[in-house]
C-alpha cells in the first residue's frame, strides 16, 4: 500500500505535453503579432512572420525621376537616375524588372525596353537607369517600372508613431489608450472594494438571511450578461447617467460583483478562526478586523479577482458600445478602436497588427507580474468551506 502512494501517476508525462501544448499555442499568435507590428506593409504581404528575419523576394512599382530632370545629349533626351533612390526605398539587387503590370519580370537586368512614345529604358541590376527618347519628354510624373527585388530584412517603428501619435482620429489608439484605462482602472476598483465588505459579512457575521443572500450570489454567476443590458441601459438613461464613464463604471461593478462576493467569501471562511475571536476578545471591532487582519491575509484572493476583472473590462466591447461609446468619439476604448481601424484601414496589417498589439501589452504585464496570486487566490476555500 505504501508502494502504491508513493508512486507517481503513469500520466504525469501527459500533463507536461499538455502544458507544453498549450504554452506553445499561446506563445506563437503572440509572438507573430509582435514581429509584424513592426514589419512593413510590402513585407507582411509577401511572408509570414516566420520569414521576418530572411530576405525576402518583392515585387516593387517604382518611378523614374520626372521629366523636368531631363537632359539634352545630343539628339536625345535623357532622364537617368536610380530607382531606389529615387523613390526613397530600400537598395535590392534587381532579379527581373517590367514596363507593365501584365509582365513584371519580362526583361532581365540590363535589358533595354521599347515604350513606344515614350522612349527607350534600360534598368541594371543595382538599379540605375537610363531612358531616352528621341522628343523631348512631357508630362509631371516618370514611367512606372516593376521590378523584383531580393529585399533584406526590414523593421521599423512607424507603425507605432502612426498608431499612438498619428493626429487622425482614425488611426491614432493614443486617446483610446487613456479613455481605456480610465474605465478600467476604476472597473476593477470599485467591485473590489464593494466585494471585500460584502465577503467578510457573508463569512464572519451572523444575520438573519444571511444563507439566502450567498444562494443569491450564486445564482446571479449564472445570469447572461446580455439578459441586463437593455434594462440597465434604461435605467441609467432615466436617472441621468446614460452614455458616460459612471454609467460603464456601474454596469462594469454589477456584472463583476457576484464572482467578486463569491470568490473572497470563499478566501475569507478559509482563514484561522482562532485569529478572529482573539481579536475579538482584544476588543476590536468588526471595522478593525476587517482592515487590519482580513484585508492583507486575503491580498492573493483580492489580487486573484483584480486579474479577471481587470483583464475582462479591458477587453470588453459590448458593454463599451452600450454603455460608453459617443456620437463624437471622444470616450472611444481601444476595443472599438480596432473595429474602427478594420473598416477605414482593413488593407494596412501592419497597422492591425500595431493596434492589436498595443492592446493586448498592458493585459500581459498585469498577468505576468500578478500571476503567482492567481492560482492561490482561485483554489482558497475550494477544500475547506464555512
Known amino acids: 500500500m505504501a508502494k502504491i502512494a508513493g508512486k507517481k501517476s503513469g500520466l504525469v508525462w501527459a500533463v507536461h505535453i499538455s502544458v507544453v501544448v498549450l504554452v506553445v499555442l499561446w506563445l506563437l499568435p503572440t509572438l507573430g503579432l509582435f514581429i509584424s507590428s513592426f514589419r512593413t506593409a510590402d513585407q507582411i504581404s509577401?511572408?509570414?512572420?516566420?520569414?521576418?528575419?530572411?530576405?525576402?523576394?518583392?515585387?516593387?512599382?517604382?518611378?523614374?525621376?520626372?521629366?523636368?530632370?531631363?537632359?539634352?545629349?545630343?539628339?536625345?533626351?535623357?532622364?537617368?537616375?536610380?530607382?531606389?533612390?529615387?523613390?526613397?526605398?530600400?537598395?535590392?539587387p534587381i532579379g527581373a524588372w517590367g514596363s507593365s503590370s501584365q509582365a513584371i519580370d519580362a526583361y532581365a537586368p540590363g535589358d533595354t525596353a521599347d515604350l513606344g512614345d515614350d522612349g527607350r529604358v534600360t534598368v541594371h541590376e543595382n538599379g540605375d537607369y537610363r531612358l531616352e527618347n528621341n522628343s523631348e519628354f512631357s508630362g509631371s510624373r516618370g514611367e512606372r517600372i516593376f521590378v523584383t527585388a531580393e529585399l533584406p530584412p526590414e523593421f521599423t517603428l512607424d507603425n507605432y508613431n502612426t498608431v499612438l501619435?498619428?493626429?487622425?482620429?482614425?488611426?491614432?489608439?493614443?486617446?483610446?489608450?487613456?479613455?481605456?484605462?480610465?474605465?478600467?482602472?476604476?472597473?476593477?476598483?470599485?467591485?473590489?472594494?464593494?466585494?471585500?465588505?460584502?465577503?467578510?459579512a457573508l463569512a464572519w457575521m451572523e444575520f438573519p438571511g444571511r444563507a439566502l443572500l450567498i444562494a443569491g450570489v450564486v445564482a446571479l454567476l449564472v445570469v447572461p450578461l446580455q439578459l441586463a443590458l437593455i434594462p440597465l441601459l434604461r435605467l441609467h438613461l432615466s436617472i441621468g447617467i446614460g452614455k458616460?464613464?459612471?454609467?460603464?463604471?456601474?454596469?462594469?461593478?454589477?456584472?463583476?460583483?457576484?464572482?467578486?462576493?463569491?470568490?473572497?467569501?470563499?478566501?475569507?471562511?478559509?482563514?484561522?478562526?482562532?485569529?478572529?475571536?482573539?481579536?475579538?476578545?482584544?476588543?476590536?471591532?468588526?471595522?478593525?478586523?476587517?482592515?487590519?487582519?482580513?484585508?492583507?491575509?486575503?491580498?492573493?484572493?483580492?489580487?486573484?479577482?483584480?486579474?479577471?476583472?481587470?483583464?475582462?473590462?479591458?477587453?470588453?466591447?459590448?458593454?463599451?458600445?452600450?454603455?460608453?461609446?459617443?456620437?463624437?468619439?471622444?470616450?472611444?476604448?481601444?476595443?472599438?478602436q480596432i473595429v474602427e481601424l478594420l473598416g477605414t484601414r482593413g488593407g494596412n496589417w501592419e497597422i492591425l497588427a500595431t493596434a492589436a498589439f498595443v492592446s493586448i501589452a498592458v493585459p500581459l504585464l498585469v498577468f505576468f507580474f500578478m500571476q503567482r496570486y492567481l492560482v492561490r487566490g482561485l483554489l482558497a476555500g475550494s477544500v475547506k468551506g464555512g
Open 165 to 200: 501619435f498619428s493626429g487622425s482620429t482614425t488611426d491614432s489608439m493614443a486617446k483610446a489608450f487613456f479613455n481605456t484605462l480610465t474605465v478600467t482602472i476604476p472597473a476593477t476598483v470599485i467591485p473590489i472594494v464593494i466585494a471585500a465588505f460584502a465577503a467578510y
Open 244 to 336: 458616460g464613464y459612471l454609467g460603464v463604471w456601474l454596469a462594469h461593478t454589477g456584472f463583476g460583483l457576484p464572482l467578486a462576493i463569491y470568490l473572497l467569501r470563499n478566501y475569507m471562511v478559509g482563514l484561522p478562526r482562532d485569529i478572529i475571536e482573539c481579536a475579538k476578545v482584544d476588543g476590536a471591532t468588526d471595522f478593525q478586523i476587517f482592515t487590519r487582519i482580513i484585508l492583507p491575509l486575503s491580498f492573493p484572493a483580492l489580487a486573484s479577482f483584480a486579474i479577471f476583472q481587470f483583464l475582462w473590462t479591458w477587453n470588453d466591447l459590448l458593454v463599451a458600445k452600450v454603455f460608453l461609446i459617443d456620437a463624437t468619439g471622444e470616450t472611444t476604448v481601444m476595443t472599438n
Open 46 to 92: 509577401t511572408s509570414g512572420w516566420w520569414g521576418a528575419l530572411f530576405s525576402q523576394e518583392q515585387n516593387l512599382v517604382l518611378r523614374t525621376a520626372a521629366p523636368s530632370t531631363q537632359k539634352q545629349e545630343g539628339n536625345l533626351y535623357v532622364v537617368s537616375g536610380n530607382l531606389f533612390v529615387d523613390n526613397k526605398a530600400t537598395p535590392a
